[in-house]
């Protein structure tokens, strides 16, 4: 049922975003940073962990109003959007798959209380602004609060243009892991989502609390072999995620420059006073945010260097 009552919704998506945007009035900069922005749990109120329903129906109002459209990671790893002109980029990231980004109610229906439901509410009056998230979620827990609806609820998330990532099987701290160990944590959780997803190709991984493993390069690249569950017969689970994210940090660079390091990149955590900090400091400094000319233009397409000069660091906060 449940299903059925969101393909009327997804299918009218695209008669809404078919109407007409009033181009954007800002000189394009490809070179410009972009936000990846990163929640964690929803509830009622603000905490250092949490945002609460009202606070996120006010952070999508606000970033709208400020020009940046949503892209998934795996549109900004590859250079995979194309914006109005005088829009700017902006990755919205889940971590964890918390009770309450996506929980449906009794009815079956997303529920308004819920991070997925906020945005979908608004989006419906919004459409320059979809749902086109970035989900990573831990397998071996209570995805989403709602066992039972996990596969349902990945599936409707893909359908509305959002990502499913990685954040390994149960959010260990990888660093203090052993090679085997590390391999089964990300290839056991690559392994569930297939499971959900088939077909699907998961190109990203969120570390558990932003710690690398030793060594670093098994986040992105590497393999498992073991049983998934006991006396079952032993699988293969291989990755190679162009996308690596840090749990907070700053700004990244722009996807369409020479030498993006995709393996370790960094995201700002939304809470109060930093994601204020971050809108803040983009309106003071326009000639550091990523401006779309209106085109596509395939990732790392752009030098390095302009006129024999790097792009300047950021300046003092």
Same mark, same amino acid.
């Given at each position: 049922?449940?299903?059925?009552?969101?393909?009327?919704?997804?299918?009218?998506?695209?008669?809404?975003?078919?109407?007409?945007?009033?181009?954007?009035?800002?000189?394009?900069?490809?070179?410009?940073?972009?936000?990846?922005?990163?929640?964690?749990?929803?509830?009622?109120?603000?905490?250092?962990?949490?945002?609460?329903?009202?606070?996120?129906s006010?952070?999508?109002?606000?970033?709208?109003?400020?020009?940046?459209?949503?892209?998934?990671?795996?549109?900004?790893?590859?250079?995979?959007?194309?914006?109005?002109?005088?829009?700017?980029?902006?990755?919205?990231?889940?971590?964890?798959g918390?009770?309450y980004?996506?929980?449906?109610?009794p009815?079956?229906?997303?529920?308004?209380?819920?991070a997925?439901?906020?945005?979908?509410?608004?989006?419906?009056?919004h459409?320059?602004?979809?749902?086109?998230?970035?989900?990573?979620?831990?397998?071996?827990?209570?995805v989403?609060?709602?066992?039972?609806?996990?596969?349902?609820?990945l599936?409707?998330?893909?359908?509305?243009?959002?990502?499913?990532?990685?954040?390994?099987?149960?959010?260990?701290?990888?660093?203090?892991?052993?090679?085997?160990?590390?391999?089964?944590e990300i290839?056991?959780?690559?392994?569930?989502?297939?499971g959900w997803?088939?077909?699907y190709?998961?190109v990203?991984?969120?570390?558990?609390?932003g710690?690398?493993?030793?060594p670093?390069?098994?986040?992105?690249?590497g393999?498992w072999?073991?049983?998934?569950?006991?006396?079952?017969?032993?699988?293969?689970?291989?990755?190679?995620?162009?996308?690596? !994210?840090?749990? +907070?940090?700053?700004? &990244?660079?722009?996807? @369409?420059? /020479?030498?993006?390091? #995709?393996?370790? =990149?960094?995201?700002?955590?939304?809470?109060?006073p930093?994601?204020?900090?971050?809108?803040?400091?983009?309106?003071?400094?326009?000639?550091?945010?990523? !401006?779309?000319? +209106?085109?596509?233009? &395939?990732?790392?397409? @752009?030098? /390095?260097?302009?006129? #024999?000069?790097? =792009?300047?660091?950021?300046?003092?906060?």
């Open positions: 049922m449940r299903i059925r009552l969101w393909a009327l919704f997804l299918a009218a998506l695209p008669l809404l975003a078919a109407q007409p945007l009033k181009p954007l009035a800002r000189g394009a900069n490809l070179r410009g940073e972009v936000m990846i922005l990163v929640y964690h749990k929803f509830g009622p109120a603000d905490g250092r962990w949490t945002r609460s329903f009202d606070s996120f006010q952070d999508l109002a606000r970033l709208d109003a400020a020009g940046y459209r949503p892209i998934t990671l795996r549109q900004y790893i590859t250079g995979d959007f194309a914006l109005p002109a005088g829009a700017s980029p902006v990755v919205l990231t889940f971590d964890d918390s009770a980004q996506m929980r449906f109610g009815d079956g229906k997303l529920s308004a209380d819920s997925v439901g906020r945005w979908a509410a608004f989006a419906a009056q459409p320059e602004f979809p749902v086109h998230g970035t989900f990573f979620i831990n397998p071996g827990d209570d989403f609060g709602q066992r039972d609806a996990i596969q349902a609820k599936r409707m998330l893909v359908q509305m243009g959002s990502e499913v990532g990685n954040h390994t099987l149960t959010h260990p701290n990888l660093s203090k892991l052993s090679n085997a160990a590390i391999e089964r290839g056991m959780g690559q392994y569930d989502i297939d997803l088939p077909g190709q998961v990203s991984l969120a570390l558990p609390y710690i690398f493993p030793k670093p390069a098994l986040a992105a690249v393999a072999t073991g049983a998934p569950q006991p006396h079952r017969s032993d699988v293969t689970v291989r990755w190679h995620y162009p996308a690596v !994210v840090k749990v +907070g940090a700053g700004p &990244a660079p722009s996807p @369409l420059v /020479a030498g993006l390091e #995709g393996d370790k =990149l960094p995201r700002i955590q939304v809470f109060t930093e994601f204020d900090k971050w809108m803040s400091y983009f309106a003071a400094h326009p000639a550091r945010r990523f !401006v779309s000319d +209106g085109e596509r233009h &395939a990732a790392g397409s @752009l030098p /390095a260097s302009v006129s #024999g000069h790097r =792009l300047a660091s950021l300046p003092a906060r």
